[in-house]
């Protein structure tokens, strides 16, 4: 079997093509992109990542979530060119095309939960967050939102208002979205534990409803099942179901962000399937068109009441996204696919765990293929070394390295990756 191409690196990233890019960017695009380290991508194919200087790297990141189903899937591929060839735009919320209503029907059915949903498309996941607030408030008659510390929704406003990351998110952008609370999230690494976080988070939200508003004027509870940009928290068993049991007193909305956790991520379709929690509306969007710009709104028929003409978008639901969005997830259906990220995420686990003998980290958090490692110090320099050696990875909340791969990589492309990931933490 002849050997693999990649990781390859034949100049220091970013070589001479790639300097010219990066410098060329930095003269003329915001001041606000982040941009995590100097990679100028060419192209990719499964789970490798060639640049313009023909440097190969194994993608552990996968666009930080999007590219689920690996770079240039031939039926996503397809799917986008046959779409285009006919037509590329038609308004979704005025006009009907195929492409659409199959998306909307797969996403409804696949939805947590046994009640009927209804779907609304969008470009992001930060404008299905807005039409999640929209909708819970129009719904409920409500304008209070609950959201948790360490949150990720989103940087437009009402999702920024949500947000509880960094505070570099908020800075300077007030007034944010009033009648928002942040309420601390169950984390057992920074509240005791398992059952100690469940009933200290519980029980700051029954104090919020005794000292600061009351409940009947909350329209929603918004979480992720799995916080991301926040450190990879995994909440305890029951903590969904505390949350539903909550919301269902008190006649309030439960929305679960699944935008990175969900389309299969964790080896369940969605995070919430593995407490089997059915949200009244349920967020998504980076892997759902595996590249493509789609989010989508899913809600119970029986919450979506809100009436024609209530909310809309000019380009959510595009035509070539939807072919690529039912194209991906009739990939991602292939009934190997989800025992396969199990598996493959257990190996990926273990062999995280096993990278303490390096020294520096604390412990290993996630499930599936969205897993983090806590350092004891930053990160930044192991992301560094990582990607001079052929392997992309970033780092969140500053010394968490997080782990995004596409959902087909393999144990072969995992334990590569390893080998150059060991070597970083050594050094």
């Not at 930095?26 to 789970?47: D, H, R």
């Not at 509306?281 to 759902?288: D, Q």
């Not at 035509?319 to 991906?328: H, M």
Request: charged residues 20%; glycine residues 12%; proline residues 5%.
């Amino acid at each position: 079997m002849p050997q693999r191409d990649y990781p390859r690196i034949v100049v220091t990233p970013p070589g001479p093509k790639g300097k010219a890019i990066v410098a060329k960017d930095q003269e003329w695009t915001s001041t606000s992109y982040i941009k995590e380290y100097p990679l100028v991508i060419a192209g990719g194919k499964g789970a490798m990542v060639e640049d313009v200087d023909g440097n190969r790297f194994i993608d552990f990141m996968a666009g930080i979530a999007v590219s689920s189903t690996g770079y240039n899937h031939p039926k996503v591929v397809g799917a986008i060119k046959d779409a285009a060839e006919r037509f590329l735009h038609i308004c979704g919320t005025d006009f009907y095309f195929e492409g659409f209503a199959n998306l909307a029907e797969r996403l409804a059915k696949l939805a947590p939960g046994k009640s009927k949903k209804r779907v609304f498309l969008s470009n992001s996941g930060t404008e299905a967050v807005e039409a999640a607030i929209k909708l819970a408030r129009n719904h409920t008659r409500r304008s209070g939102l609950i959201a948790f510390q360490q949150s990720f929704h989103g940087r437009t406003y009402g999702a920024m208002s949500l947000t509880s990351s960094k505070v570099k998110q908020h800075a300077h952008f007030g007034p944010l979205l009033p009648e928002v609370y942040h309420v601390p999230f169950a984390n057992p690494y920074k509240y005791g534990g398992d059952a100690a976080s469940v009933a200290y988070s519980i029980g700051a939200i029954e104090d919020l409803f005794a000292r600061q508003i009351h409940p009947e004027d909350i329209a929603g509870i918004f979480l992720e099942p799995i916080q991301g940009e926040g450190g990879y928290v995994i909440p305890p068993q029951g903590y969904l179901k505390a949350l539903r049991e909550l919301c269902d007193k008190h006649g309030i909305m439960l929305v679960f962000d699944e935008v990175q956790s969900g389309v299969g991520r964790t080896g369940k379709w969605w995070a919430a399937d593995w407490e089997g929690v059915e949200p009244d509306i349920l967020i998504t969007a980076k892997g759902l068109a595996s590249g493509m710009p789609i989010g989508a709104m899913i809600a119970k028929e029986s919450i979506m009441t809100w009436e024609s003409g209530a909310h809309g978008s000019t380009f959510g639901g595009n035509p070539v996204t939807c072919a690529a969005g039912v194209a991906a997830l009739r990939a991602l259906a292939d009934p190997t696919l989800l025992e396969h990220v199990r598996a493959v995420g257990d190996h990926f686990r273990t062999r995280l765990e096993g990278l303490g003998r390096c020294g520096g980290i604390r412990n290993v958090r996630g499930m599936g293929l969205m897993l983090g490692v806590e350092l004891d110090g930053p990160g930044a320099a192991v992301v560094s070394r990582c990607l001079a050696a052929g392997l992309l990875i970033n780092c969140t909340a500053d010394r968490i390295l997080r782990f995004l791969p596409p959902l087909v990589i393999t144990r072969a492309q995992v334990d590569e990756g390893f080998a150059i990931l060991e070597r970083a933490l050594a050094a």
